[in-house]
């Protein structure tokens, strides 16, 4: 009987492989060469945020040896300072709030994370992000208000009851899962006290806070990445995947696609090596691979740039993102971890009034209009990127935003309003208060408002076009 029963688990697997990619292998038939095209396209589209995050977590969690270190799983490491173009691990960082870092390995058992009270004015936020890049959860400025807390953080496989003495409990559907803190600097002599609120957040397992022994999970041998570049062409990314996956139970409604991705051994337990594949099946990897980023391209050419798709559109939680996978994959190459809309906007300014990519041979204005500051509850930055790294600009004044802290500095236009100067070379010193630095190459700006109000939310309110300066 088990022998007839595993036989017809076999079949029914194939059957499932078989039609989602259009393959005979209900047949028992290997995927022909375009088959396997299609399938590691589809794929890669899917794997390629768990990848890339698990390249990051792997840089701040398990590699010692690496400058982006920042300390053990299941530990709370702050960064006392804002991110300049020396963080180089994560693409578009955010240079507004000092970060708090937490990996989290949830194998064993829960964490408890304490959150201190904090004054009122203050923005701050708990990002609970999952393997497959979800924003799954959040305890912050606009959820749970700043008067502190303990909240139980529950991996997969843990089915208890919510202990004595904590707030609320967070389930995240993979082992493991990233903790992005942020927390409100409002000047450089404000960050004494953002330190003393970061040393308050603390985080320790279950076990500890109910004073029992400790748990732990069998010793994890973590592969080691691909580097970014790597990870764009190079077949070995899906045996990362492989081991990515083992880490992230099959979802319910992921079943079909999962079972499709093993029809090519893209699973967890999957056989998936390149050096073992046929010429021609290999080939067929990397144009699928090619085919990806292809999509991508047009679809951040077409809908992102043009306004037609915004980020806001890129994030989110699995219910909110409904399976639209080259929407996740875009934000994740985009800038990983970004926020759901509520949390956080992200208008991209890319190009011109003209429609012209931005670039630092050539000079530009941004203009706010009286009463068109962007619409926050708490506050709003610029923040140029050089491009395609997406990573900060080194510059003269070491300045790589401007925000609404800087405002009361800033000189206003004769109406009230503001104008922002975007160029590589100074504007001269009367308007280099106002100045936001590129590079001497393609840049992009990205906007960020966090706890956005409603007109930034329905559209009503959108942001500023760059426009050329003697165009």
């Known amino acids: 009987m088990r022998v007839l029963l595993s036989g017809l688990i076999v079949v029914l697997a194939a059957a499932a492989a078989g039609c989602t990619s259009g ?28 990848v890339d995050n698990y390249r990051i977590q792997y840089s701040y969690f398990v590699n010692e040896k690496d400058s982006n270190f920042k300390g053990p799983w299941n530990q709370a490491h702050s960064i006392a300072r804002v991110f300049t173009p020396a963080d180089t691990a994560v693409q578009t960082p955010n240079s507004d709030t ?25 923005y701050f936020s708990l990002q609970f992000i999952d393997g497959y ?11 749970t208000g700043n008067g502190g807390g303990k ?21 995240c559907d993979t082992e493991f899962s990233l903790v992005i803190y942020r927390t409100q600097l409002f000047d450089p002599a404000d960050l004494g006290n953002v330190k003393k609120i970061q040393d308050g957040y603390k985080v320790e397992p279950l076990s500890r806070y109910q004073g029992e022994p400790a748990k732990t999970a069998p010793a994890m041998n973590f592969v080691t990445p691909l580097t970014p570049d790597e990870q764009k062409t190079s077949p070995k990314f899906f045996q990362i995947l492989n081991f990515v996956l083992g880490t992230a139970p099959v979802l319910p409604d992921e079943k079909a696609l999962r079972a499709r991705f093993a029809s090519i051994g893209i699973a967890p337990d999957g056989d998936f090596n390149p050096e073992a594949l046929s010429a021609e099946n290999l080939q067929a990897v990397k144009e699928g691979m090619a085919d990806a980023w292809a999509e991508l391209t047009e679809f951040q050419k077409t809908k992102l740039n043009t306004g037609k798709v915004t980020s806001a559109q890129l994030f989110g939680t699995r219910e909110e993102m409904k399976g639209n996978y080259l929407y996740r994959w875009a934000g994740s190459v985009l800038g990983i971890y970004g926020n759901v ?29 009286p ?44 109406d009230g309003g503001y104008t922002i100067y975007v160029q590589n070379a100074s504007p001269g010193a009367d308007k280099e208060v106002n100045w936001l630095p590129a590079p001497e190459g393609s840049f992009q700006m990205i906007m960020r408002l966090y706890w956005p109000k409603e007109p930034a939310l329905d559209g009503s309110w959108t942001a500023p076009k760059a426009v050329r300066v003697g165009a």
């Open 151 to 171: 909240y139980l953080l529950a991996g997969p496989g843990w089915k208890g009851e919510k202990p004595e003495g904590i707030d609320k409990v967070i389930n």
């Open 98 to 122: 000092p970060y708090t870092m937490l990996g989290a390995d949830l194998r064993a058992e829960p964490l408890v994370l304490t959150v201190p009270p904090m004054e009122k004015n203050r």
């Open 371 to 414: 009463g068109e500051l962007p619409p926050v509850n708490s506050f709003w930055s610029i923040t140029m990127y050089k491009m395609p790294q997406s990573l900060l600009v080194a510059n003269p004044i070491d300045r790589y935003l401007i925000n609404s802290p800087m405002l009361p500095d800033l000189k206003r236009d004769a």
């Open 23 to 50: 393959s005979n292998s209900s047949r028992g038939t290997a995927p022909t060469p375009e088959q396997v095209r299609a399938i590691a396209k589809d794929a890669y589209v899917y794997g390629f945020p768990m």
């Open 133 to 143: 890049t979800y924003d799954y959860a959040y305890v912050g400025s606009r959820v």
């Open 341 to 369: 809309a509520k949390e956080a906007l992200y208008p991209v300014i890319a190009n011109d009034s003209t429609g012209a990519p931005l670039t630092g041979a050539n000079s530009y204005t941004l203009r706010f209009a």
